[in-house]
């Protein structure tokens, strides 16, 4: 569970909206209705049973007796499994939005322990508003999202050569970033070797085959946070556009891989102010979600 779920409140907020048939705060206060109201039967039925027997002047019998007994030994039953009901169809269907943005619904393993939470009717209401599935369910819960494909990095149509001159995204960038004359391929298609600051590692690299191209935003946290979504020009885009570009370190791309800033952030520390700020220019730039933005500031605000 995600620790902001565990460490929260017992306080709860509901939508009111989204569950208008839920008519109290919990499952406990609605089941306990539902035990006053069967008590609140059993004392009429006897006191209508003991002024029956004061007030009439006949004497009861034990067939009378019998008849106000198994009304009462039939009818409770019936509204305690109609609470049930109602409490079940008001309460267990609902999906619970956590405080941290973690979408919870039913099957949810952590489900019982998120206590501060907003409702909705369905785990797709609660994903458009903008919540995000537990780690533990993102890689079961793919059928729940029908516009949702398994992630592939061919979604993205990257290191494409825009203008025709045989140089792809890669090595153009490699180009631009070098701070000394750039060494070609005999066929004028590789850069071969430069002078590149690794912003990531604060160091110097010479050799092109030990640079790699990293995107800032990575392909895969783009895919988890919405881009499975976008139109393919739209990830095209995104995948070349040069914002969320820069040359590092072959290992430190690879370590980093498809890692949010929450789970990764570069060995050089004087460059994660940058590294968030840079991070979150590329998020606000495109179709990312308010809730991803937020997020994205909320890491800023602590790094910078």
């Known amino acids: 569970m995600e620790e902001s ?7 709860q907020s509901y939508d009111s909206t989204s569950e208008p048939f839920l008519r109290v705060k919990n499952e406990f206060a609605f089941n306990s ?18 002024k029956f027997t004061l007030l009439t002047t006949k004497r009861i019998t034990n067939n009378s007796i019998l008849r106000h007994l198994f009304t009462l030994t039939i009818t409770a039953p019936f509204i305690l499994l109609e609470c049930t009901l ?25 489900y019982e322990r998120t206590q501060k939470f907003t409702s909705y009717a369905s785990l797709a209401l609660c994903l458009e508003a903008g919540g995000r599935l537990p780690k533990t369910m993102r890689n079961a819960s793919q ?28 090595h153009e960038l490699l180009q631009q970033l070098s701070t000394a004359r750039v060494t070609m391929s005999s066929d004028g298609c590789r850069v071969v070797r ?8 604060g ?60 789970q990764w952030l570069p060995p050089n ?26 997020q994205i500031r909320r890491l800023q605000a602590n790094l910078c």
């Not at 079940?88 to 952590?110: D, E, N, R």
């Not at 990095?153 to 792809?168: G, P, Q, T, V």
Request: hydrophobic share 30%.
């Open 5 to 11: 779920d565990r460490n929260s409140n017992k306080e």
């Open 33 to 50: 209705l539902c035990i006053i109201y069967v008590t609140h039967l059993v004392i009429h039925n006897f006191t209508s049973l003991l």
């Open 86 to 110: 109602n409490s079940s169809l008001g309460y267990a269907g609902i999906t619970k939005l956590s405080s941290s943005g973690v979408c919870h619904p039913p099957s949810s393993p952590y």
């Open 143 to 170: 059928p729940l999202q029908q516009n949702r494909k398994e992630y592939s990095r061919n979604a993205f149509a990257h290191w494409s050569d825009e203008d025709n001159d045989c140089l792809n995204t890669r």
């Open 194 to 201: 430069g002078r590149w600051n690794d912003p990531y590692s």
């Open 203 to 262: 160091k110097v690299f010479l050799d092109a085959t030990e640079m790699d191209i990293d995107h800032l935003v990575p392909l895969a946290w783009a895919w988890e946070n919405g881009a499975y979504d976008w139109s393919e020009s739209a990830r095209r885009s995104f995948a070349n556009d040069p914002i969320n570009l820069f040359a590092v370190h072959l290992t430190l791309n690879r370590s980093k891989g498809g890692k949010g800033p929450d």
């Open 269 to 294: 520390a004087d460059f994660h102010c940058q590294y968030i700020s840079r991070y979150l220019r590329v998020v606000i730039s495109y179709d990312f979600s308010t809730d991803t933005r937020d």
